[in-house]
């Protein structure tokens, strides 16, 4: 029998955390929403959601001692990090969304805003859109998912400094940007796969393949 997979959700108290904690479930995890007194994670995968604020997530990761909880975490042979939307961005060095804010560092690279396209009416992302991925070597991980829709909703997006930790890339207004991530034990999403539907719980249940 497979072992039923442990996953900790962490709450940055600038999300509501009631559909990927359900989309967890639905994809067979086993599901807790992390303490933040405790203080090592055991968990097989830990998720780290945002919708909001990237200064506000780490004032948060900060003021929690997350930041130094999720490098030791990683420091174990099994841990998966994943990231959807703001947890993604906050994996990277630093964000210029309405200030320049250091992130966890984990990825090297940036966070950055969409340009205008009607005048200075903002270019902001929302709705549906597939992905594609960037190595073939990937494919074997969600390659039959690539035909899917999946929800996005954000103004900013990621710009990796190695172009091998972009695992796949969507298109918004005909500029493509990294819409999946990928370093080792580190993975991220733009889009969100607690607002995808079907298509979201079964991205969720391939995480599992990444682990092995």
Not at 135 to 142: A, D, L, V, Y
Request: charged share 25%; glycine share 8%; hydrophobic share 35%.
């Amino acid at each position: 029998m497979n072992k039923r997979l442990f996953v900790g959700i962490v709450d940055l108290k600038i999300n509501n955390l009631f559909s990927i904690y359900k989309s967890c479930l639905k994809a067979s995890y086993k599901v807790e929403i992390v303490d933040p007194k405790k203080n090592f994670f055991m968990y097989d995968i830990l998720i780290l959601p945002g919708v909001g604020a990237f200064s506000s997530g780490m004032e948060y990761l900060i003021k929690n001692n997350f930041h130094e909880k999720i490098y030791h975490y990683l420091d174990r042979p099994n841990a998966l990090i994943y990231g959807i939307c703001l947890g993604m961005q906050l994996f990277f060095d630093k964000s210029y969304e309405f200030k320049t804010t250091s992130g966890l560092k984990l990825i090297k690279g940036k966070v950055v805003k969409f340009k205008k396209k009607y005048g200075n009416k903002e270019k902001i992302n929302i709705g549906w859109s597939k992905f594609t991925i960037n190595q073939k070597r990937n494919r074997g991980i969600f390659g039959n998912l690539e035909k899917n829709f999946y929800y996005h909703v954000h103004s900013y997006y990621v710009q990796p400094q190695l172009k091998s930790e972009i695992f796949a890339t969507s298109i918004h207004n005909n500029q493509k940007f990294c819409s999946v991530i990928r370093r080792e034990k580190i993975f991220g999403t733009q889009f969100h796969p607690e607002k995808s539907g079907a298509a979201g719980i079964s991205f969720l249940k391939n995480l599992k393949k990444i682990k092995g």
